[in-house]
Each structure stands twice: as C-alpha cells, then as structure tokens.
C-alpha cells in the first residue's frame, strides 16, 4: 500500500484525567474517535497531587491499548505545564454533584479552579487553542476560565452542553420511533442545568419539520423538557453517581464537530459567551444553537421564538447572571 501521510499530532490536555468521565474519556480519543483514523494525538493530563499516582495508573493502561495514534500522554500536577502547546483542553476536572448537593454549593468549591487554569491557558496553549468546560457549573466555570485568559479570542471557550443536546436527540427518536440519526436542528438553551431549555420548534424528521408525534404540548411540557433537563439528576439516583461515559461521548461529539464542522443542513448545541444573541446578555455562556465549518462556532441567526420559548431562555439566563454574580462577589471574576 501507499505509504499513509501521518498528520502532526493534536495535543489534547485534560483535567481530571482520574476521574470518572476521564476513564471513559481517554481511551475513546487515543482510539482517534476525536480526530479520527489519521491523526495522532498526544495527551497531557492534570490532576490534583493525590490523584497523580491514580492517573499514572490510567497512562500503565493507555500504553496496554498499543493505540497506533497515541503519540505520548504525560501527567501533571501544574496547570501551566498541562496546558503548555495544547490545541484542546477539555477542562473536566471538578468535584461533581453528588445526591442532595445545591448547585451554589458547587459554584463555592469548583470556581477557584477555573482561574488559574484560564491563566494557564492564556500563558501557553497553542495559537489554536479551543477550550470546552465540562466540570460544573459549566457555564459559569467557562466564564471565570475565560476571563483570565484576556489574549486568547473569546470565541475558543466554550461550555458542554451537547450531553443534554443529545439526550434530547434520544428522546425525540424514541417517541416518534426512530434511530436519532434522523433527527435534526434540536436546540438547547441557557444553562447546562435543569432550567436549560430543550426546544422542538425546529426539529425535522428526515428533513421534513412538524412531525405530528412532537406536536403534543402537553407531552412536552410534561415529560419531554423534564426528562431532558433533569436526566444529569435521573442518572445520579438511579447509577449513584453522575454521567460519565455519556459526558465523554458528547466531548468527543462536541470537540469532532468544532474541529471537523457540523453536517450541512444540521446544528448542534453548545455554551458560548454571548454576544447579545436572541436578547441573551452579553458576559454570561449561555447555550444557543451552533454550527462550524471547522472554524469559530457560529450561533444559527434568525429563528422564531415564541413568547414561552422566550420565558423559558429567559428563566435560564437568570440562573446564569445570578451564577456570575455568586462568583463576583467572591471576586472570582
Ligand atoms: P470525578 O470526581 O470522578 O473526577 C473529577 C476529577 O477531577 C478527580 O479525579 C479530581 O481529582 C480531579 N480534579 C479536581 N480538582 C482538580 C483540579 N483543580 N485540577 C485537575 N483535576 C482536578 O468527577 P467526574 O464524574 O469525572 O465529573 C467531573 C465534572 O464533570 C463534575 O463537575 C461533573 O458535575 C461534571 N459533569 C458535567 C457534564 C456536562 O454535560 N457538562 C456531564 C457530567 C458531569
Ligand atoms: C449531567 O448532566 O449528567 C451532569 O452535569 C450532572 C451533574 O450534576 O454532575
């Protein structure tokens, strides 16, 4: 056979490397299920000092996969040596939720982490960095990374929210009894939290909008935007603990379609720093519906939204200003 033109590896740094969504993570992308068969990546991890020893645990079994794409993973305990040259930095490290825990709870023990790793990369990520918070809370976490990286383009931070994105994809296929890969132009909105907003206004089947199985209010009302907004808590009851296989599935959905650019006639979701999009504030990541060419996201312009779609974006993004403003008045911001 010819010979294969192997491309440069991606360095792809990831925190939280020995946790459960890192487990679950790692593997996946030294398969090459980001970048696909042709390129190698090369990992960096961070962890905490007393999950060092755990991670180099996770590195003993990367190099028992043989991946052929792997071309060297290492760990830290330093943000800045972490993130040093990194084209993608998956910033998952947290401490998540556990049963009865408030979400202000974790804005006090998460946001401190974000500052330093926003410096981190500000100081030595590479030209084309791309950033996706995935520890919680996402949205507000992505804003402190974000803020204390002020020379890199705003547009390369981005917060996870394709989990819930294609948790709504799952539930719109099962009810109208099809695989999700029929279903297209789903949109979530403001928080990766259970006030997010799943919306079905423009959802087609097959290319073909207004599919009667989705017209029901009442269903979505009822069951449809529960289910979607509060499945992170539906899997910590019922698996005892928070998503972690799906979670790193949708990173891989998330950074893939980001890097690779989405279907042509599809979008996506995710959080982004607002710009004033759809009367969204600016200064807050709020989910919108994206798309890229391989470039930037860009949040798809000129949908209708009803009055209800608006109050309920709007309920969301109050969550949101009111996350910010828990951590300015901590002076994390
Ligand atoms: P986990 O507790 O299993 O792992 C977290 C890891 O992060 C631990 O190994 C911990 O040592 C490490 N860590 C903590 N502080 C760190 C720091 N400063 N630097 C580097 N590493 C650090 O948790 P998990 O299940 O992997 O979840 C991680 C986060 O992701 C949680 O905040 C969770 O709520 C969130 N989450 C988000 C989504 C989403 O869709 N956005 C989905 C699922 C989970
Ligand atoms: C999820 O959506 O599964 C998680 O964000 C839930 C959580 O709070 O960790």
Not at 9 to 22: C, F, L, M, N, S
Not at 161 to 184: E, F, S, Y
Not at 233 to 240: F, K, P, T
């Amino acid at each position: 056979p010819a010979t294969t033109l192997r491309r440069e590896p991606v360095t792809i740094t990831v925190t939280g490397a020995a946790g459960q969504i890192g487990y679950a993570l790692l593997f996946r992308v030294a398969a090459g299920a980001m970048f696909g068969p042709e390129v190698p990546v090369r990992l960096r991890l961070l962890e905490v000092p007393d999950a060092l020893r755990a991670a180099e645990g996770v590195i003993l079994e990367l190099e028992d996969c043989a991946f052929p794409l792997l071309a060297g993973v290492e760990v830290f305990d330093d943000a800045n040596r972490a993130l040093d040259g990194a084209s993608v930095a998956v910033l998952v490290g947290a401490r998540p939720r556990t049963a009865g825990m408030e979400r202000s709870d974790l804005l006090a023990a998460n946001a401190g982490i974000f500052a330093p790793q926003g410096r981190a990369i500000n100081d030595h990520a590479a030209e084309d960095i791309r950033v996706v918070v995935v520890g919680n809370p996402a949205n507000t976490n992505a804003l402190i990374a974000q803020s204390h990286a002020p020379d890199v383009p705003a547009a390369r931070f981005s917060a996870l929210t394709r989990l819930d994105h294609n948790r709504a994809l799952a539930q719109v296929a099962k009810r109208v009894g099809i695989d999700p890969g029929h279903v297209r132009r789903l949109s979530i909105w403001g928080n990766h939290s259970s006030t997010q907003y799943p919306d079905l206004s423009n959802v087609t089947i097959d290319g073909v909008a207004g599919h009667p199985r989705l017209a029901d209010e009442t269903w979505i009302r009822d069951e449809f935007i529960p289910r979607v907004a509060g499945r992170g808590a539906e899997i910590i009851e019922v698996r005892g603990r928070s998503s972690a296989a799906s979670a790193a599935n949708a990173i891989i959905d998330h950074v893939r379609d980001w890097a690779g650019g989405t279907a042509p006639d599809d979008w996506t979701s995710a959080a982004l720093l607002s710009r004033g999009e759809y009367g969204v504030p600016e200064g807050i990541f709020c989910s919108f519906p994206v798309v890229s060419a391989g470039q930037d996201w860009q949040v798809v312009p000129d949908l209708e939204l009803d009055a209800g779609a608006r109050k309920s974006i709007a309920a969301s993004v109050d969550e949101i200003l009111w996350e910010r403003q828990v951590v300015q008045a901590r002076g994390l911001l």
